[in-house]
Structures are given as C-alpha cells and as structure tokens.
C-alpha cells in the first residue's frame, strides 16, 4: 500500500461492504454520538472536576454536583457545547487511527472485519498518543468554567502548549490506555455480539426493532464499562484539567487524590460521575452504534444496488 489506499482497501469483502464504507460507517457513527451526548460528557467531567475547590479542598459529591449544575444554568449553550469542537475534530484526528488500526487488525485477523479482543488490545495501546491531546484540549476548554464562566479558547491552550513544547498535550496518556482497551472491549467488541444475542433470541420473539436491541444490550454492557472505566475517567479528569502552565499532576499523584476523596467520602467519593456516566454510556454506546449499523446497512444496499455484493441465498 502507497501513500493512497490501493485498490484492496476498497473491495467489497464477504460481508458487503469494503474496509473503506466499515471505517466511513464508524466514523459517521462516531461523529452522530458525539453531538448527541457532548452536553452529557460536559456535565460529567463538571462533577468530577469539581471534587475540589479552587482552594484545593475535597468537597462532598452533592455539592459537586450542585456546582456542574449551577454551571449549565448560568450558560447552558456554552456549556453544552463546551469541548465538542474538538471533539468533532477529534473523530477524524483521534477516531481514524483507533479505528484504522482496530479494523486493519481484525481485516488481517479474519477476512469479515469481525472486531475481536486482539484488535482491541492493539488499537487502544497505538492510538493513545493520537487521542490523547484532543481529550487533553476537550477537558481544558472546560476546566475554568467556574472562575469565568465561558470555555477556554483552543488557540490559547495550544499557545500555552507550545511554550512547553506541546508536553501537556500528552497528560494522562497512561489512563487513557486503559480506558481505551476498556472501552473497545466492551463497547467496539462486547455490545454488538451482546446485540446480535439479543436480536436473535429477544427480537425475533418480541418482534423489538434494531434501535431498541440495540439499547438493551448497551443498558447491559454499560454498568460495567462505567465500573471499569469510571476511576480511569477520574485520573483523567485529575491530570488534564490542572493550569497548562503550572506543575503536571503525575498518575501516583491523581491516584492519592482519589484515595483521600474515598477515604473522606467513601464509596461517594470513590465513584463521583457512575451515575451519569452509566447514562452517557448508554446513550454513547446505543447513539454511536445505531449510526454505524445505519451508515453501514446504507452502503451495503448501494453495493447491492451496483452489483458489486451479491448476498448469499437463504
């Protein structure tokens, strides 16, 4: 393969569709699941953010909580829309090599493209150092929300950035392997085999249409990707969201963070966001793969349509 994709790349495989529509089908998805669940992603990492005051203290949950509210009641289209430029243009920059390297894999594994437990390992370790900067600009663009009531502009992050030699840019990456490989097993691998389950043995007996399988096998998956992921989010939040310019906050350093809110709040503490992530993770999961299966089921009806598929007789 040259600079270009070679003429492999857009041949239609067993499964109709060729591995260019499968990356076109995620990365539409991708892109509907992030407009839709950006204002939910905003209010989640408000919470965590928020378990410290601008005096460094721990605070309680609930008043957290009543912070990230106060928040999107004084500017509810800022904060709505707070981190989703770059989000947008995370879904090329950060989504093409996640999903590039996951579906090569899975191509070069197994002729259908079926994502497996391999391919997940591998493109959540290799993208890390693409998606890390955008998740890094996302969560500072909200960071100082509190102190001045609009989102921080991208040019004045990559500016402060750049006076460091774009180093802060790369703050968490080591969480973010780990919540990556999470979200991929679960999300990418575990929710649509648990959706093709339940539409063969729910669907089919209840006559329940794609959209709504779809939404039970992502409210099933979804409580223990939060489990998983939720701590993981934390670090994230702790180590991207401390000024660009100051002292970078170290994973031991994040981690102590959160064993005090524990031990001050307990299981409170320990899980601030799991509720409202299990909702944003529902919400993503059902919202990006429903995208997907539209998109795709678009483009192996055109590939019908030209003659280039020809589905096997049942």
């Not at 492999?8 to 591995?19: D, H, R």
């Not at 999961?285 to 192996?300: E, V, W």
Request: proline share 5%.
């Amino acid at each position: 393969m040259g600079i270009l994709p070679d003429t492999e790349y857009f041949q239609v495989k067993k499964n109709g569709l060729s591995q260019f529509q499968t990356m076109s089908a995620y990365l539409g998805g991708s892109a509907f699941q992030t407009i839709v669940d950006n204002p939910v992603t905003a209010y989640r990492q408000l919470v965590q953010q928020y378990a410290k005051d601008l005096n460094g203290k721990v605070v309680d949950p609930r008043i957290a909580s009543q912070e990230a509210k106060a928040i999107f009641k004084t500017n509810p289209v800022g904060a709505c829309m707070s981190g989703l430029a770059p989000r947008l243009v995370g879904v090329g920059f950060k989504r093409i090599p996640k999903f590039g390297i996951l579906l090569g894999i899975s191509f070069f594994v197994s002729d259908d493209g079926d994502v497996g437990m391999i391919a997940a390992t591998g493109a959540s370790i290799l993208s890390a150092p693409f998606i890390n900067p955008i998740r890094m600009i996302e969560k500072q663009q909200r960071a100082f929300f509190k102190q001045t009531g609009v989102t921080k502009p991208i040019m004045e992050i990559l500016r402060e950035s750049a006076a460091q030699n774009f180093k802060p840019l790369f703050r968490g990456t080591v969480p973010l392997m780990g919540h990556s490989l999470a979200s991929a097993l679960l999300g990418l691998v575990g929710q649509p085999k648990l959706q093709k389950w339940i539409k063969q043995e729910v669907g089919a007996k209840t006559h329940l249409s794609g959209f709504f399988t779809g939404l039970i096998a992502s409210a099933a998956v979804s409580p223990i990707y939060v489990a998983v992921t939720n701590p993981l989010s934390r670090l994230e939040v702790i180590m991207q969201t401390s000024k660009i310019e100051g002292k970078s906050i170290g994973v031991n350093a994040a981690i102590k963070e959160m064993v005090t809110d524990s031990k001050q709040f307990g299981l409170r503490g320990a899980f601030r966001g799991q509720g409202i992530g299990i909702a944003k993770a529902v919400l993503s999961l059902t919202m990006f793969h429903q995208g997907r299966i539209f998109l795709a089921d678009s483009l192996k009806q055109y590939n019908i349509n030209n003659g280039s598929y020809v589905p096997d007789a049942i």
